[in-house]
């Protein structure tokens, strides 16, 4: 079983201010998805990597996959209170899709 | 509506009944997904279908029944609820193939008294 580790778990910030959360694991993966999950909802898809050194950047939000497929990050640049939720990175190495999930970074977006 | 429908949203049931959670699409995914939501746990897979009567096994199976004698439909049963089984279940179903995310439902949160 494959782990992912997040960090940090927890984070609260200021309107304005830049943050990174970090996925990381031991197991190299063949793509890593970003979710972004608010209260009484389900995750979200956000983006899927694919390629070691990959960089995607959606609006404000920059995903980049680690060169050796082994870890990910999410930079959010000037974050606002509609950021907050909480961030999940999941991955799959094997068939049938099934996804791996880590327990996620909870982002608060103080105004 | 088109998408993915969970229900109930939330349901209490006493310890040791039969409860089902239903899980409806209407993308005729062929995978669909079910996963448990716990403080210090994460998203957890359950059971998994990769196309009409076709199940099997994930990570925490035990105490589950799942069923798919339809594309679209993929009910959960709890067959003897426990107070451990108190947790917000999560649906999903995905294309085949190619680097597609996971759809979620909205979730149901049951409470086992």
């Known amino acids: 079983t494959q782990l992912l580790e997040q960090s940090p778990q927890f984070l609260s910030i200021q309107e304005g201010e830049n943050l990174t959360v970090y996925c990381n694991s031991s197991?190299?993966?063949?793509?890593l998805q970003w979710y972004r999950q608010e209260p009484g909802e389900g995750p979200v898809l956000l983006v899927t990597?694919?390629?070691?050194?990959e960089v995607k950047k959606l609006k404000r939000l920059t995903f980049q996959f680690g060169d050796a497929r082994k870890d990910s990050s999410l930079h959010i640049t000037a974050a606002q209170p509609g950021d907050t939720g909480l961030y999940l990175c999941?991955?799959?190495?094997?068939?049938?899709?099934?996804?791996?999930f880590g327990k996620g970074t909870l982002l608060t977006v103080n105004p | 509506d088109a998408g993915i429908t969970q229900s109930p949203r939330y349901k209490i049931t006493e310890t040791g009944r039969q409860v089902t959670l239903m899980c409806h699409q209407t993308?005729?995914?062929?995978?669909m997904f079910w996963y448990r939501q716990d403080l210090g746990h994460g998203l957890r897979l359950i059971y998994y279908?990769?196309?009409?009567?076709?199940?099997d096994k994930g990570e925490v199976p035990d105490g589950y029944v799942v069923s798919r004698s339809k594309t679209e439909n993929f009910p959960l049963t709890l067959e003897s609820a426990t107070r451990s089984q108190t947790s917000v279940y999560f649906c999903?179903?995905?294309?085949?193939?190619?680097?597609?995310?996971?759809?979620f439902g909205s979730g149901t949160r049951l409470t086992v008294v």
């Open positions: 279908s990769a196309a009409a009567d076709i199940t």
């Open positions: 999903a179903s995905r294309f085949t193939g190619g680097d597609y995310g996971y759809t």
């Open positions: 993308w005729s995914h062929s995978y």
């Open positions: 990597v694919v390629t070691g050194g």
């Open positions: 999941a991955a799959s190495g094997g068939s049938n899709y099934k996804l791996t």
């Open positions: 197991s190299v993966f063949s793509s």
